[in-house]
Structure formats: structure tokens, C-alpha cells
């Protein structure tokens, strides 16, 4: 069982930035993809980004490509995502979540992940 803990949310003006950490408590993530996700109330949740552990190949949805960045730190098992440019559109809570599944078409659809975090809140406002 994997457990995920994400933090570094909060409430940031258009255009600001933030950076989310997942930590993962796995003793090894190497056979992992890692991904955020993010939802806004009344809407579907919708992937984000993800990276491969080992490669640190990554995805990006393109309504984040470009001001949003996905990174790892090996040490301390843990999954960041950088936001930037953020717009209110952005506003939602944000989980991470881990897959042993990796294809750039299936590491976007929620049912390929297997552990979910608690989520951490981002609101952007204008």
C-alpha cells in the first residue's frame, strides 16, 4: 500500500505561482508513474501532468503546458508541481496519484491509477 500526502496549496492572485509536493510513502517509486490531477467543484476531475520516476518523462495537459511544471526529487520521494501564470480558471483542489501503467494516451484517464491522495486546495483570484 502507498500512501500520498499532497501540501503547498492555498489562495495565490491571477498570476502568481505556487508550488505543490506529493510525498510518497513507497519504499521505492522507480516502477511508478506519478501524475496530478485537479478538480473544481462542480466539475469532473482532469488530469494535469505526470512523470515517469525512473525517465522523468513527462505530460502535460495542454491547458497547463507551459506554466506548469512537474518535477521529483529522488531523495525524499516526493512529486512537485511548480504552477505559475496561474489563472482563476486554475482554482480546484489538486491530487496526486501513482500508476504502474505508462502510455502518454492512458497516463491521462483517472481509472489507470491505483493510489490517490487526500488532496491539497488551490484558489486563484482575480
Known amino acids: 500500500q502507498v500512501r500520498l500526502v499532497e501540501s503547498g496549496g492555498g489562495l495565490v492572485q491571477a498570476g502568481g505561482s505556487l508550488r505543490l509536493s506529493c510525498a510518497a510513502s513507497a519504499r521505492t517509486l522507480r516502477t511508478y508513474t506519478m501524475a496530478w490531477f485537479r478538480q473544481a467543484p462542480g466539475k469532473e476531475r482532469e488530469f494535469v501532468a505526470a512523470m515517469t520516476w525512473r525517465e522523468a518523462t513527462t505530460v502535460y495537459a495542454d491547458s497547463v503546458k507551459g506554466r506548469f511544471t512537474v518535477s521529483r526529487d529522488t531523495t525524499n520521494n516526493t512529486f512537485n508541481l511548480e504552477l505559475s501564470s496561474l489563472k482563476p480558471e486554475d482554482s480546484a483542489k489538486y491530487y496526486c496519484?501513482?500508476?504502474?501503467?505508462?502510455?502518454?494516451?492512458?497516463?491521462?484517464?483517472?481509472?489507470?491509477?491505483?493510489?490517490w491522495g487526500q488532496g491539497t486546495r488551490v484558489t486563484v483570484s482575480t
Open positions: 496519484a501513482l500508476t504502474t501503467n505508462w502510455t502518454p494516451l492512458t497516463v491521462r484517464f483517472i481509472r489507470s491509477y491505483s493510489f
